[in-house]
C-alpha cells in the first residue's frame, strides 16, 4: 500500500482515482534473469509474456551451470569444465553483465553447486570431479576470491563411482550447517560453519547406487531462525526422493533418521527406467511444496513432480501430487521466482525443446504448477549459438533494494 501510494505520487497522480490506473499494473512482472548454458552466459528480462535478452557473454568449452550473485554486483560463476571459479560484474538495476570475468581462481576441478553462509563473507563450492569442497573467503569489498582450504569427503564409495561426488551444497536458515549431497558416496554430510566449516557428522542413503543428488532442509515449526527439522533428498541414479528428520545431538552435530522414500516419478513411471535420472529439488518457502525434475524418461518430453511435505496421523511424510511437462528435454535446474508468493518456476531444459527456458505460473495457495507455460524461451534460440547443452542454469536476481 505505501509502494502504491509513492508510485501515485512520483507520477504527480495523488489526485487521480484510483480506478484509473489499469488493474494489470498493479501486479507488473518486471525480473531479471541470469542464464547458464554450455559456451555461454545470458541475462534477460522478463515481463511476464517475453524474455527480452540484455547481455551474451559466449565462453568456448566454459560451462557456467551453477551462479550466485551478492551485492552490489558480484556473479560468481563456475566452470564445471574447469578448475576455475570465475567473477563476472553483473548490475542487478540493468542486467547487464560483464563480457569477461574480472577476476579468476584455481580451485577444485569440476564445481557444479556454489553457496554464501549467512553473511555471504564465505562462498563455498562443491565439486563432482573431486569430491571436494572448497571454502573461500569473499568477503573483500571487490569481492574477490580467496580460498581458505578445501574439505575433501571421506567414507565408502558407490560401486560405480571412484571419488566422492560433492553434487550440492545446501544451506539451513539459521545460517549454521550446509547439508552436502554426495551422489559418489551414497551420503549425505553435514558440515559445521561454527566449526571452521569441518564435517560433523555423515548419513548414509540407502539402497546402495541410489546417487543422492540435490536436495533442501524443511521445518515444520514456523520460525526459520531455528533449526530445521527434516531434509529432503533426491537420488539421481535409482530416482527416489527421500526424507529424513533431523536431531541436533550433545556434541551439536546433525543426525539424520530416515523417514520415508517414494518414486519421484510418482505413480506414472518413465518410459525408459534406465535413462532417467532425476535432477534438480526445490523447496517452496512455505516449507510445504517439493518440486523435483525428472530427466531422461525417455517420453515426449520430461517432467517437474511437486510433492508436499504434511503430517498424516501426525507423522511427517512426502506425498506425491502431480506434475507438469518441463516442455522440454532433461530439465537440470529450476528455481522459484523471488517474489513474495515464488509465483513463477523457471525451468532451464538443456536438452532439447520446445522451451530452453520455460516460466511456469505457480499457486501459492496449493503450489500447483499451471501446466502450459505462461511464456518460454525457444530450445533453439540459445543452443544453437555455441552447440552443446541448451540452457542448464536459470536464475532470478531480484532488483537492488533501493529500486
Ligand atoms: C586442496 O588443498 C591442498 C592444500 O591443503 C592443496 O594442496 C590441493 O591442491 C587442494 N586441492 C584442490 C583440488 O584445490
Ligand atoms: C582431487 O584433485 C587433486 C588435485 O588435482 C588430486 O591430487 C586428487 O587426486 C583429486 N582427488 C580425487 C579424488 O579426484
Ligand atoms: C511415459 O511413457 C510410458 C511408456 O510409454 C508410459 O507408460 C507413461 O505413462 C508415460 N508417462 C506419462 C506420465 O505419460
Ligand atoms: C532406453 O534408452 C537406452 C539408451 O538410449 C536404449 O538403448 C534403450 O533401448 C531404451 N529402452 C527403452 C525401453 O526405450
Ligand atoms: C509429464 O506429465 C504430463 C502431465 O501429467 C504427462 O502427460 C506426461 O506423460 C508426463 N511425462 C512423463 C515422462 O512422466
Ligand atoms: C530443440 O528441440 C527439438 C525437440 O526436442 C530438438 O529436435 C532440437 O534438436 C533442439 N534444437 C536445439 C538447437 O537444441
Not at 5 to 11: C, E, P
Not at 62 to 85: C, G, I, R
Not at 106 to 134: A, C, H, I, Q
Not at 257 to 285: C, H, I, Q
Request: net charge positive.
Amino acid at each position: 500500500m505505501v509502494r502504491f501510494t509513492s508510485m501515485l505520487l512520483n507520477l504527480g497522480l495523488a489526485l487521480a482515482a484510483p480506478s484509473l490506473i489499469p488493474r494489470q499494473d498493479q501486479g507488473a512482472i518486471n525480473k531479471k534473469l541470469i542464464v547458464g548454458a554450455a559456451g555461454q552466459i545470458l541475462s534477460f528480462q522478463f515481463d511476464g509474456k517475453t524474455f527480452k535478452s540484455i547481455s551474451k557473454v559466449a565462453e568456448e568449452g566454459k560451462s557456467a551451470s551453477w551462479m550466485v550473485f551478492k551485492q552490489p554486483n558480484h556473479l560468481y560463476a563456475v566452470d564445471e569444465n574447469s578448475n576455475t571459479l570465475r567473477l563476472f560484474n553483473y548490475d542487478p538495476a540493468t542486467g547487464k553483465l560483464s563480457d569477461k570475468p574480472v577476476s579468476e581462481q584455481t580451485g577444485s576441478p569440476g564445481v557444479v553447486s556454489l553457496e554464501f553462509n549467512k553473511d555471504k563473507t564465505r562462498l563455498l563450492g562443491g565439486s563432482y570431479s573431486n569430491g571436494t569442497v572448497d571454502i573461500w573467503d569473499v568477503s573483500a569489498g571487490d569481492g574477490a576470491m580467496k580460498l581458505i582450504k578445501n574439505v575433501t569427503l571421506k567414507g565408502d564409495l558407490s560401486p560405480k563411482h571412484p571419488t566422492h561426488r560433492a553434487h550440492q551444497i545446501v544451506p539451513e536458515g539459521s545460517g549454521r550447517y550446509f547439508a552436502i549431497n554426495d551422489l559418489g558416496g551414497d551420503s549425505i554430510h553435514i558440515m559445521d560453519s561454527k566449526k571452521d566449516y569441518t564435517i560433523t557428522s555423515v548419513t548414509k542413503v540407502l539402497p546402495v547406487g541410489c546417487g543422492p543428488r540435490h536436495g533442501g532442509f524443511l521445518s515444520t515449526k514456523l520460525n526459520p531462525s531455528l533449526l530445521p527439522t527434516h531434509y529432503v533428498v533426491l537420488c539421481e541414479t535409482k530416482n527416489l526422493i527421500q526424507l529424513f528428520q533431523i536431531d541436533q545431538k550433545a556434541d551439536e552435530s546433525l543426525g539424520l533418521t530416515f523417514l520415508d522414500s517414494m518414486s519421484s516419478y510418482g505413480p506414472m513411471p518413465p518410459a525408459n527406467a534406465t535413462t532417467a535420472a532425476a535432477g534438480e529439488l526445490t523447496v517452496a518457502r512455505n516449507n510445504r511444496d517439493i518440486y523435483v525434475t525428472n530427466r531422461l524418461s525417455g517420453n515426449a518430453t520430461d517432467n517437474v513432480s511437486f510433492f508436499a511435505f504434511e503430517q498424516v496421523n501426525g507423522k511427517p511424510c512426502l506425498t506425491w501430487k502431480s506434475q507438469v511437462s518441463s516442455d522440454g528435454i532433461s530439465p537440470r535446474m529450476m528455481s522459484l521466482s523471488r517474489d513474495q508468493e515464488q509465483g513463477i518456476m523457471f525451468v532451464a531444459n538443456p536438452m532439447g525443446g520446445p522451451s530452453g527456458i520455460a516460466a511456469f505460473k505457480r499457486s501459492e495457495l496449493t503450489g500447483l504448477l499451471n501446466p502450459k507455460p505462461m511464456a518460454s524461451i525457444a530450445n533453439t534460440t540459445i543452443s544453437k549459438e555455441v552447440g552443446g547443452f541448451g540452457p542448464q542454469f536459470v536464475l532470478e536476481i531480484p532488483a537492488p533494494k533501493s529500486a
